[in-house]
């Protein structure tokens, strides 16, 4: 009854078959369409950017075309070397430092310090874990005047290290709490049949929880990859050095110095930025759209 | 009590019943502080530290070079009373947050309840729709951001075809905040897939039911879906409006570095960098941190506050 009344009239009128099955259909219909039309307006500025990345030079101001009418691959050979003095290989080089010490420090120091709240008894750990959790909503930017002055004194400014050091010291508290509510999750009899074994808590954690933890550290390592390439403010501030330049700086750089006069280069490096991380969305797909749901990480 | 009674003795030397007995428990504890000792290390010395010391250094000039001078309350008046480039960062930086953050919900929300009622194909869209939420925040992307909205930007081409006038969205003052509340709310994925999953915990009995009761579409949605969805709605709303105010990648590559045209798109954290960075004010840039602090505390809290005026949750009340 209900179904009827909200069927639109016209479409209920033509139906040749059951009504409520025309309805479904059309309303099926409907729906794919609106999806894919905004699904085009969603990929669009992505597709532009691949597509005017090919573009020959006299076709970016004559071809209104998202896509080119011939393919020429001469932009990225020019976009390489488009910074005088270095090229995008060393910013893909310093990028790639840096992500692999962050997710490395990300996944050990946090597993070390979930393993601790969420499997052993220790006095204060309630308190420790509320200033824990505190700290998951700590905006970074209070904390990069007085983190560059200390970094600063230590020498650290140009190098990967102010990146890097902080994060194997489980300062990521997103991650620490990822990984206590999947430990939680852990059958505690296990536990207790390698304490049976004579199993420290050291062995515990290496043997025991650590391997069964995987699925979480995974969805640690790749999302510390991801955020950590897209980074731009922390690495803008301790960054000042062209040959420390990751590639987002570098591609800001390239932005400022050459501007418009070389959109089509420009957005050669910008879609070669973008591959490293796309390839993961590929490969850990699943993962990533999942843990989302399940853990309610932010991309 | 079953927890002691379940657990063997560990080692040898306690007796069967006291198994938590006192060596265990000890080196139980001991190993807690290894296992957390980087962690708390890091929460001294890259956290809680850190943090008093801008604070002091709020309550000072300094500028890396000579030290800290001490000035009183300076910084903090200079902001609230003497730097109008100030307000104008506290302006659009909210204005950026109380439209993109419902914007970017909004959407979500519609093309999540599209999705939901149509499961063929719902997760190849699902992955698809997250591409610009995965992408979205890189400079790359501001980038074509730029040239998009620009003067000669393939944007123009799109809405003169509806006979819209074509500006440099970007270069005027009243339309280039504008540009990036699009950006952000372009990046509706990943809280789509958030409400997707609730929305598949809401069980199909609860639909028919009001189907039943004669609910059409509109009456279903305002009083099962929404209600049904509000724990899930608040959590989006938390962390949009947190990541909201703290925007900083697309405003800063846009306008140059600059937070321009005429400060319109200035957001708190670009004009934090720029006292900072820029020109090394790093005590005035302590102050509009704590400021800053404070102010998304207060936020927070009212956000949380709220949730109990407007969040159901299925265990309480009239289940």
């Known amino acids: 009854m209900a179904t009827t009344t909200v069927a639109p009239v016209a479409t209920a009128a033509a139906a040749p078959g059951p009504v409520g099955n025309n309805r479904r259909w059309y309303e099926g219909a409907t729906a794919h369409v609106v999806l894919i039309a905004l699904l085009l307006v969603a990929l669009y500025p992505i597709v532009y950017m691949i597509g005017t990345s090919f573009k020959a030079p006299d076709e970016i101001l004559n071809n209104v075309n998202v896509l080119p009418r011939r393919f020429s691959p001469q932009n ?68 990069i005047v007085p983190q560059y002055v200390l970094f600063n004194s230590l020498e650290w400014i140009n190098t990967p290290l102010p990146l890097i050091v902080p994060k194997f010291l489980a300062t990521e508290a997103f991650f620490v709490f990822l990984m206590v509510q999947f430990m939680r999750g852990i059958p505690r009899s296990l536990d207790e049949a390698a304490e049976i074994d004579g199993c420290g808590p050291y062995r515990r954690f290496l043997f025991v929880v650590l391997p069964l933890t995987k699925p979480a550290l995974v969805t640690t390592a790749v999302f510390s990859f991801i955020w950590t390439w897209n980074d731009f403010f922390t690495q803008l501030v301790y960054l000042n050095d062209l040959d420390a330049y990751t590639v987002p700086i570098g591609l800001r750089l390239f932005l400022d110095s050459s501007g418009q006069n070389a959109i089509a280069p420009m957005f050669a490096m910008s879609v070669l930025s973008l591959v490293p991380v796309f390839l993961f969305f590929l490969v850990f797909q699943r993962l990533i759209v999942d843990g989302i749901n399940t853990s309610g990480i932010k991309g | 009590m079953a927890d002691t009674a379940v657990r063997p003795a560990p080692a040898a030397g306690t007796t069967q019943t006291a198994s938590r007995g006192r060596p265990g428990r000890r080196k139980e504890a001991v190993a807690g502080y290894v296992f957390l000792s980087p962690w708390l290390l890091g929460l001294f010395g890259i956290t809680l530290l850190p943090m008093l010391y801008s604070l002091y250094l709020s309550f000072t000039d300094y500028d890396l070079l000579q030290d800290p001078e001490w000035v009183g309350l300076e910084n903090y008046e200079r902001m609230f009373t003497g730097d109008p480039q100030f307000w104008n960062a506290v302006v659009a930086t909210v204005l950026f947050a109380v439209t993109s953050v419902p914007l970017k919900l909004a959407v979500a929300l519609g093309v999540a309840l599209l999705l939901y009622r149509n499961r063929r194909g719902v997760g190849l869209y699902r992955s698809l729709y997250y591409v610009p939420s995965l992408l979205g925040g890189s400079v790359a992307i501001a980038i074509v951001w730029q040239t998009l909205f620009g003067g000669q930007g393939a944007i123009n081409e799109v809405l003169a075809v509806f006979g819209i006038p074509t500006r440099a969205w970007i270069n005027d003052p009243s339309f280039a905040l504008g540009t990036l509340v699009v950006l952000a709310a372009w990046q509706f994925g990943a809280p789509m897939v958030i409400f997707l999953a609730g929305l598949k915990q809401i069980p199909a009995e609860m639909f028919e039911a009001a189907a039943l009761d004669g609910a059409g579409r509109f009456k279903q949605f305002w009083h099962v879906t929404l209600p049904l969805l509000s724990p899930v709605l608040f959590f989006n709303v938390v962390l949009e409006t947190i990541a909201g105010f703290q925007g900083f990648t697309a405003a800063f590559v846009i306008s140059g570095g600059t937070g321009g045209p005429a400060d319109s798109t200035l957001l708190y954290t670009v004009y934090l960098y720029l006292r900072g960075f820029g020109d090394f004010q790093m005590g005035y840039a302590s102050a509009m941190a704590w400021v800053f602090l404070i102010v998304l505390g207060i936020i927070t809290a009212i956000v949380f506050r709220s949730g109990s005026l407007w969040v159901h949750y299925a265990d309480e009340g009239d289940r």
């Open chain 1, 76 to 143: 990225y050979a020019e976009g390489w070397i488009g910074i005088p003095g270095v090229t995008f290989g060393t910013f893909f080089l310093n990028s790639a430092v840096v992500a692999a010490g962050v997710v490395i420090g990300n996944v050990v120091a946090c597993s070390l310090a979930a393993f601790a709240f969420a499997r052993l008894k220790f006095p204060l750990r309630g308190f420790w874990f509320a200033i824990m959790i505190g700290t998951l909503l700590l905006p970074h930017h209070v904390l």
